[in-house]
């Protein structure tokens, strides 16, 4: 019998709001998400902003996740943020290898393959984000790509830990272009990150969350959260606003079609 999967709607803010900013958003978000049931969820926010939400969301429903860190616990590594430090921050989560860190700050596989066993071990929940860009989906390269991420950045996760790892498909094409995946390219693609989890281990294919991210707002919600091997979403654009992003929570409820 498949696993029940909690499903898990994230919102990525990226680097927008200042702690005042962060305080109302806060404000607004907790009664809308309060009565929603059977989804979790997550804010990524700025560093900066990280103790003031873990103060104000203490005791909700909502997590708070940073959007990056250090694979070490510390070290002469100017302008990083540890594990160590987010932990005593009070962080349930991070997001590792975003396309914009990837792409922007050069953040390698080889780095990742470090970030995700360091973050399980400090008791963070960690969001590994994967995709293709666009030519690699024109040139048939997305499997491939998918592969490769997959296997180099979950290489130090040993078999038994996989399941604690929340995979986000990111095509990064479709990450605030507006362009989203249609529902049979995510299927897709997410099914093949299901079987590759499984040819390590498929009781952890069974319960791993696969979220999909890419321009997700509370219209085309529905529709994406309802696939098979959708267990939620990550939100960029769309999680700025209190009021979409409880949207698109609401949508992935179990009863509004997942
Ligand atoms: C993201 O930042 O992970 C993302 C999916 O952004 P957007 O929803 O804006 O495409």
Known sequence: ??????????????????????????????PRVSSVDGVEVAICVPFTDL??????????RVEVYAQNMHQEPEGP???????????DVGVQGVVLGHSERRACFGETDRALALKVP??????LRPILCVGETESERENDDTDRKLRQQIKDDLVN????????????Y??????????VATAEQA??????????????????????????????KPENAAELLGLADVDGALVGGASLDPRSFAQIVQAGAPNEGL
């Open 77 to 87: 590594f100017t302008g990083e943020v540890s594990v160590t430090m987010l932990s």
């Open 187 to 216: 299927q897709e693609a997410m099914a093949f990150i299901r079987a590759l989890v499984g040819d390590r281990d498929a009781q952890a294919a069974d319960a791993v969350r696969i979220l999909y991210g890419g321009s997700v």
């Open 157 to 168: 996760v040993p078999n038994e830990r996989l399941a604690e790892v929340t995979i986000a």
């Open 1 to 30: 019998m498949a696993a029940a999967r909690t499903p898990l709607v994230a919102g990525n803010w990226k680097m927008y709001k200042t702690e005042a900013q962060a305080e109302e958003y806060i404000q607004a978000l907790l």
């Open 170 to 179: 990111e095509p990064i094409w479709a990450i605030g272009t507006g362009k």
């Open 118 to 123: 360091a973050a399980l071990e400090a008791g």
């Open 51 to 60: 103790r003031a939400m873990v103060d104000s969301a203490r005791g909700s």
